[in-house]
C-alpha cells in the first residue's frame, strides 16, 4: 500500500524552528518528485515547497524561501521540511504528498494525513 | 504567480444531480498542468484529475473534467452522497504551483 505518513509538528514559539518528517512507503521513492503544501486554519491549500527525484533540485514558495529548506534521503525514503524563524501566519496542517514524476510539472496524486504546526506565544 | 478563481464558491445540490465546479486562471494554463482535488473534513485532498482530463487511479468515472487555456470546469455527471466535499482546481505548470479557493458542494 503506498502510504505517505507525517510527523514532527507541534507548538513553536515565534521565531522558533520545527523539522518536519514524512516517512514514504509502497513505492520507489527516489523515482519521484515530493512536495509540502499546507493549509491553514478554516483556509485553503497553500503549495509551500518541491523537491526532484534525486533531490538535486528543490523549488519554493516566497512565503518560505530562505526560511524553510525541503531535503530528502532517498536511502531512508523519506521527506523533509526544516523551518525556521516560524511565524504566526506559518500555522496550518502541513501535508507531504507525492508528485506523479520525476520532476515538478506533476499533479501530487498521493497525499499524508498531515501534521499540525502551531505558531504561538 | 497565477491565479485561480473558482465559482461558485457553495454549490447546492440533490444526489442524483448534474455538478459543474469552474475554475479560472489569471493567465493560460496548459491544460497538461491542471488539476481537481476533492477534500473532506479532516481529511487530506485526493487527487480526481490531472492533465485537465485525465482521472486519476480509482477515481469514478461520474467525474470528468474538461477546458483549456483560462477555463477549466469539473462536472459530476450524477452525484452520489460521498461526493459533497470540498473542490480545489491547481495548476501545476508555473511556479507557485497554486490552487483555487475551493468550491463547497453541499447537499440541498
Known amino acids: 500500500e503506498v502510504q505517505l505518513v507525517e510527523s514532527g509538528g507541534g507548538l513553536v514559539q515565534p521565531g522558533g524552528s520545527l523539522r518536519l518528517s514524512c516517512a514514504a512507503s509502497?513505492?520507489?521513492?527516489?523515482?519521484?518528485?515530493m512536495t509540502w503544501v499546507r493549509q491553514a486554519p478554516g483556509k485553503g491549500l497553500e503549495w509551500v515547497s518541491a523537491i526532484s527525484g534525486s533531490g538535486s533540485s528543490t523549488n519554493y514558495a516566497d512565503s518560505v524561501k530562505g526560511r524553510c529548506t525541503i531535503s530528502r534521503d532517498n536511502s531512508k525514503n523519506t521527506l523533509y521540511l526544516q523551518m525556521n524563524s516560524l511565524r504566526a501566519e506559518d500555522t496550518a496542517v502541513y501535508y507531504c504528498?507525492?508528485?506523479?514524476?520525476?520532476?515538478?510539472?506533476?499533479?501530487?496524486?498521493?497525499w499524508g494525513q498531515g501534521t499540525v504546526v502551531t505558531v504561538s506565544s | 504567480e497565477i491565479v485561480l478563481t473558482q465559482s461558485p464558491g457553495t454549490l447546492s445540490l440533490s444526489p442524483g444531480e448534474r455538478a459543474t465546479l469552474s475554475c479560472r486562471a489569471s493567465?493560460?494554463?496548459?491544460?497538461?498542468?491542471f488539476a481537481w482535488y476533492q477534500q473532506k473534513p479532516g481529511q487530506a485532498p485526493r487527487l480526481l484529475i490531472y492533465g485537465a482530463s485525465n482521472r486519476a487511479t480509482g477515481i469514478a468515472d461520474r467525474f470528468s473534467g474538461s477546458g483549456s487555456g483560462t477555463d477549466f470546469t469539473l462536472t459530476i455527471s450524477r452525484l452520489e452522497p460521498e461526493d459533497f466535499a470540498l473542490y480545489y482546481c491547481q495548476q501545476y505548470g508555473s511556479s507557485p504551483y497554486t490552487f483555487g479557493q475551493g468550491t463547497k458542494l453541499e447537499i440541498k
Open positions: 504528498a507525492k508528485m506523479r514524476g520525476y520532476y515538478y510539472e506533476e499533479a501530487f496524486d498521493i
Open positions: 509502497g513505492f520507489t521513492f527516489n523515482t519521484y518528485a
Open positions: 493567465q493560460s494554463v496548459s491544460s497538461s498542468y
